[in-house]
């Protein structure tokens, strides 16, 4: 099977732009996460779809981004206006049925984003 | 979710067993142990999960003791591919399943 895809894998934008990430998870997988990791730090948890819907999305700092999932299909994370400190790799991961315990996550390799 | 403690980074030598412990005083009922292994420029990725006692696959070998306020993943035989960064998470199976990642052990894997 096709594992999570992300696009792109890098880019890089002015302060200000607006950079839009895709990410396509597994075939029939319910779940879908949004994680990234800045410079030095941890990877942090940003949203998490089960289907379209989102279950918690405790982890989105600001309002300047806007993520996605029409269909419960691929998602899109939306970062509008980028500043300097989005700068990082987005990852995304998917996983199975929600309702069954021992159900792994699985990452794509992630976005690196760059924000000048 | 329960916070996990795990060296920051270890050494090895080809051919040895690494033996990686992780703290979580705090695992409630509904949660499990579950690691994951990232190279630079990957995402990671899924190596073994457990609840209690034993778990082992091709791959490695989880031990959780009775009270599972630790576990230890063991990696038989490391090779220079294994040089990683090993991350221990608690996840809870029930509300909104959130996985949460600590800080990572740095394993190098020394010729």
């Known amino acids: 099977e096709a594992g999570v895809t992300q696009f792109p894998s890098h880019s890089v934008i002015e302060k200000g732009q607006t950079v839009t990430l895709r990410c396509d998870p597994i075939s029939g997988h319910d779940n879908l996460y949004w994680y990234r990791r800045v410079m030095g730090k941890e990877i942090k948890f940003l949203l998490h779809f089960v289907k379209e819907s989102k279950q918690d999305e405790s982890g989105m700092p600001n309002n300047r981004f806007l993520a996605e999932r029409t269909g419960g299909t691929y998602s899109t994370l939306k970062v509008q206006p980028a500043e300097l400190e989005d700068s990082g790799v987005y990852f995304c991961?998917?996983?199975?049925?929600?309702?069954?315990?021992?159900?792994?996550?699985?990452f794509g390799n992630g976005t690196r984003l760059t924000v000048t | 979710l329960a916070k996990t403690t795990q060296p920051i980074s270890m050494d090895s030598y080809e051919g040895q067993e690494v033996n990686i412990t992780c703290s979580h005083n705090?695992?409630?009922?509904?949660?499990?142990i579950t690691w994951y292994q990232q190279f630079p420029s990957q995402g990671p990725r899924f190596i073994i999960q457990?609840?209690?006692t034993k778990v082992t696959n091709e791959v490695a070998s989880l031990f959780i003791p009775a009270d599972r306020k630790s576990s230890t993943l063991s990696l038989p035989r490391v090779s220079l591919s294994d040089t990683a960064v090993y991350y221990c998470l608690v996840t809870r199976f029930s509300g909104t399943y959130k996985y949460i990642f600590g800080t990572g052990t740095r394993l190098k894997v020394l010729a």
């Open positions: 705090n695992i409630a009922t509904n949660d499990y």
């Open positions: 991961a998917s996983s199975q049925d929600y309702r069954a315990s021992g159900s792994p996550l699985h």
């Open positions: 457990g609840y209690k």
